[in-house]
């Protein structure tokens, strides 16, 4: 029997927090998983940006991507680090370099769900490139954005067909302010999407390979009070979390993703997706908080297990889950038919028994990581890094005091 170490590498950004967290809590865990005949280590590496051969020797069993959405350089390592060295990456840097907003709506479309009408609108102006004034004068044709309003109906909203962030995202209340926001839009390819109101719930749930996180929502609240700390059974019937979480992962699985979330809103007893193409969801201390530690411990269990069990990136199979539906069936019987080839998708059994033999102290040592000097270290950092340097008491406070909410809410077994 021989030591056998996987290295994860986390291809970072503005990331500050949570790889502190991650990298110091996978140490504390001091894993030895066999797996046939060997014993299994973990090593965690924060990856540089380099020039890269393409036949280098691998550097990394599985990589934690928290950057190719924007930065080109990374992207292509990461491929050809899949393509040639069998790397498993969340997420699929194809899946996400080409599915926008507009094409998972039309994925989900296909599957049935209730996708608010939207339509797609040129973009009011473009930047200079070859061939471009003969095709706009040759194809494009004049069109009347007011009555696409008047088949959508007011209020609608407006938002990039690739947008993220609430990025240029506005409230249409009228034909003139459809018309100025329009007007204002530059070069950005729009969507006009039907307003679902008046909802009584918003919620954003993430997934993460199988695992589920529910939020409710508060789009109107401060950037760092949109992610309440509301508990989903008290606010939501195992019907409305059944579904929230099935078309979580139906998505993901559709699409490739590892790692999603999605927005739905609720309204007369249905539950509208609205917005779900967001495969590097917002993971910081700042925002998240309350939630923070399950971001952790979620991102632990899956590249654990991915290295582990050697997990390889698989093909997107649109027709495995296309196949499976009807227009006949009800949005229940959708999901119940759906799931299982999620399930397979994401090996959901196999991990569950993975986490249970190997990583069973998982909550206890994040569970205390988090009471810590370092984990309170590790949220002032952050919080140094986007706030003004005279809140950064005050604002380091808040969060860490939310997370210590999280604690009391779930404490270790045995220590209640």
Request: with cysteine; proline share 6%; net charge negative.
């Amino acid at each position: 029997m021989a030591d056998v170490t996987k290295k994860i590498g986390l291809s970072l950004g503005a990331d500050i927090c949570w790889p502190i967290a991650f990298t110091e809590i996978l140490e504390r865990l001091d894993l030895a998983v066999p797996a046939g005949g060997d014993t299994v280590r973990f090593d965690v590496e924060r990856m540089t940006i380099d020039p890269f051969d393409l036949r280098e020797p691998k550097k990394y069993d599985v990589v934690v991507d928290r950057l190719t959405h924007w930065y080109h350089t990374r992207r292509e390592w990461i491929k050809k680090a899949v393509l040639i060295d069998d790397v498993y990456v969340f997420n699929n840097p194809w899946s996400v370099q080409s599915v926008e907003k507009l094409s998972a709506y039309a994925g989900m479309i296909r599957l049935g769900f209730p996708i608010p009408r939207t339509w797609l609108v040129p973009p009011h102006s473009y930047e200079p490139v070859d061939d471009l004034e003969f095709t706009l004068q040759a194809y494009a044709r004049h069109f009347d954005l007011g009555a696409i309003g008047r088949d959508l109906g007011y209020p609608m909203y407006m938002k990039p067909y690739d947008g993220g962030g609430w990025r240029a995202v506005s409230r249409l209340d009228d034909k003139g302010v459809l018309r100025e926001t329009y007007d204002q839009s530059g070069k950005l390819v729009m969507t006009l999407q039907e307003s679902v109101e008046p909802f009584d719930h918003f919620v954003r749930c993430v997934g993460l390979g199988p695992q589920t996180r529910i939020v409710r929502y508060d789009p109107k609240a401060a950037h760092h009070e949109r992610y309440t700390d509301a508990r989903p059974h008290e606010y939501l019937s195992e019907r409305d979390r059944k579904i929230i979480e099935g078309t979580t992962l139906i998505i993901n699985a559709f699409f490739g993703w590892d790692f999603n979330s999605c927005e739905l809103l609720h309204k007369d007893e249905t539950w509208y997706p609205i917005d779900f193409a967001n495969p590097c969801p917002d993971s910081q201390v700042t925002s998240v908080h309350y939630h923070f530690p399950w971001y952790i411990e979620a991102n632990l269990r899956w590249a654990v297990f991915a290295a582990s069990t050697e997990r390889r990136v698989k093909r997107i199979d649109w027709d495995a889950y296309i196949l499976k539906v009807d227009p006949e069936m009800t949005l229940d019987e959708r999901i119940d038919a759906l799931l299982p080839e999620v399930h397979d998708r994401f090996d959901t059994d196999a991990f569950g028994e993975f986490c249970e033999r190997h990583l069973s102290h998982l909550h206890e040592v994040t569970h205390e990581w988090f009471g810590s000097d370092a984990a309170q270290d590790a949220v002032r950092r952050k919080v140094a890094a986007v706030f003004p340097p005279h809140e950064v008491d005050e604002f380091t406070e808040l969060f860490f005091s939310r997370i210590q909410t999280w604690r009391e809410h779930n404490p270790v077994e045995g220590q209640e």
